[in-house]
């Protein structure tokens, strides 16, 4: 249980459109390896591009959050790594919205790029790598991990950026794009249990505030 910092690449993906924010969150990484995938630059994988830039990843286990964020407790999300097994800091708010089965990212996760490769490839069995997979990764994912843990550890949310108009979750269209693509990978996961596949879910409760707003 738990892993150092030189086990870990980190794995950040953007829109290329908030250098100075991206840049103040790579000032709190302390992995051995930064990769970003910036769809300004590269091919455009929308929200995919994260799973992309872990494909390029010379380690097995990855972090990643979101590029409107900060989180600063490294140490003790490595702490509460235990292996195979993706782990997240807890990023439901203001509420879990139906999504209580998954995990976001946004806060903060360690994924073992291998579960999460073989769960998309659990899906592109049935579906294919389209513009909607691209958008909801996070969202097809999360529900076709064998087992994936939760962490309440406090990260900061810049709402300057993350209520943008701009931004995915602000789209009309959105919420039932990802309420679709979820309940797809809710489908392929509920047919595996069905079958005799355990799944495993687990909140692990830490004192303090959760998030907060950036105001700096």
């Known amino acids: 249980m738990g892993l150092s910092p030189s086990q870990v690449s980190a794995c950040l993906v953007t829109r290329g459109d908030q250098p100075e924010m991206l840049e103040r969150i790579i000032e709190t990484l302390p992995y051995d390896e930064m990769i970003v995938w910036d769809n300004s630059q590269r091919e455009d994988f929308k929200i995919y591009g994260r799973f ?92 076709l991990y064998p087992n994936f843990k939760q962490v309440h550890l406090p990260f900061e949310i810049n709402y300057e950026i993350a209520q943008g108009p701009e931004r995915l979750c602000n789209q009309p269209w959105q919420a039932a794009q990802k309420l679709e693509l979820t309940n797809r990978a809710r489908a392929i996961r509920d047919q595996a249990m069905r079958d005799g596949e355990t799944i495993v879910r687990e909140t692990i409760y830490a004192p303090g505030t959760l998030a907060r707003e950036v105001f700096s």
């Not at 990843?57 to 989180?71: P, R, W």
């Not at 993706?86 to 998954?102: N, Q, S």
């Not at 999460?116 to 899906?123: G, V």
């Open 52 to 143: 992309m830039a872990m494909a390029k990843a010379k380690h097995e286990v990855c972090y990643t959050q979101d590029d409107d964020c900060l989180f600063r407790q490294h140490a003790e999300l490595l702490a509460e790594y235990e292996d195979g097994i993706p782990t997240y800091v807890y990023g439901h708010f203001p509420e879990e919205g139906g999504y209580g089965d998954l995990p976001l990212p946004c806060g903060g996760a360690l994924v073992p790029k291998s579960v999460a490769f073989a769960a998309f490839e659990r899906y592109f069995e049935h579906y294919p790598l389209d513009e909607a997979l691209m958008y909801e990764a996070d969202f097809v994912v999360g529900p």
